[in-house]
């Protein structure tokens, strides 16, 4: 057993802040771009951590 905790594949990370999105509101392309984006940062964000050994700083 491993301390890592469970990881979420990128495009499921994308659809369930996509849904986040569009359930308040936004529209479904706008969502997705949104989505895609913050996504992306947060993916970057754990690349760097990983890679470093030191925590990254995010902004959210």
Do not use: Q, W, Y
């Amino acid at each position: 057993m491993t301390n890592e905790p469970d990881r979420i594949s990128f495009d499921d990370l994308v659809s369930a802040i996509e849904a986040k999105l569009t359930a308040a509101g936004a529209s479904s392309a706008v969502a997705r771009v949104v989505a895609t984006n913050c996504a992306t940062c947060e993916r970057d964000a754990l690349s760097a951590t990983e890679s470093s050994g030191s925590p990254a700083t995010s902004i959210h």
